[in-house]
T-cell receptor, first 110, second 114 residues
Framework: TQLLEQSPQFLSIQEGENLTVYCNSSSVFSSLQWYRQEPGEGPVLLVTVVTGGEVKKLKRLTFQFGDARKDSSLHITAAQPGDTGLYLCAGAGSARQLTFGSGTQLTVLP | DVKVTQSSRYLVKRTGEKVFLECVQDMDHENMFWYRQDPGLGLRLIYFSYDVKMKEKGDIPEGYSVSREKKERFSLILESASTNQTSMYLC?????????????FGPGTRLTVT
């Protein structure tokens, strides 16, 4: 069974601060995705990374896939209250299923 | 845009009732999934389907069944609801894009069993 560990589980920061969320596994994934979920809604896909070492940027969000394709990070620059939400990483193995991390609940205070 | 809809946003049922949760996607996706989401436990896969009439058990199928009679519709059935099935239920379908299967979720159904 593939497992994904996310850290930290909870993060509360002030508007304007930077933060990094980590997603780690002992398993190799063919791709890794990051989702954001707001209360009472389903997760929304932010990005997919497929190549080891790949870096993708989405405005103030930077996503990195580890060289060995076992880990990933999400870095947010100058966080804003609108970034508040549950961030989930999900890895794909050989099948079409995803393994989800337990999530990082981010709160950005104004 | 991919659109996944779920039949109810909130549902309250009594213990022992049969419960149907329906999910419809409008993008002709072959793969569909049902998850439940509980605090501290993340998303856990209940059942999935790669084609019409096809179903596969996920990690926690006990107490649930599914039906996929049409490609766009994937139903989750709680045969006899129990209080430990109170949860947020999420349906997803997948699109193969850029070398990966990307999942698109519905808004979820918050089910309370009393």
């Amino acid at each position: 069974t593939q497992l994904l560990e996310q850290s930290p589980q909870f993060l509360s920061i002030q508007e304007g601060e930077n933060l990094t969320v980590y997603c780690n596994s002992s398993s190799v994934f063919s791709s890794l995705q990051w989702y954001r979920q707001e209360p009472g809604e389903g997760p929304v896909l932010l990005v997919t990374v497929v190549t080891g070492g790949e870096v993708k940027k989405l405005k103030r969000l930077t996503f990195q896939f580890g060289d060995a394709r076992k880990d990933s990070s999400l870095h947010i620059t100058a966080a804003q209250p609108g970034d508040t939400g549950l961030y989930l990483c999900a890895g794909a193995g050989s099948a079409r299923q995803l393994t989800f991390g337990s999530g990082t609940q981010l709160t950005v205070l104004p | 845009d991919v659109k996944v809809t779920q039949s109810s946003r909130y549902l309250v049922k009594r213990t022992g009732e049969k419960v149907f949760l329906e999910c419809v996607q409008d993008m002709d996706h072959e793969n569909m999934f049902w998850y439940r989401q509980d605090p501290g436990l993340g998303l856990r896969l209940i059942y999935f389907s790669y084609d019409v009439k096809m179903k596969e058990k996920g990690d926690i199928p006990e107490g649930y069944s599914v039906s996929r009679e049409k490609k766009e519709r994937f139903s989750l059935i709680l045969e006899s609801a129990s209080t430990n099935q109170t949860s947020m239920y999420l349906c997803a379908s997948t699109l193969y894009h850029g070398g990966a299967y990307e999942q698109y979720f519905g808004p979820g159904t918050r089910l309370t069993v009393t």
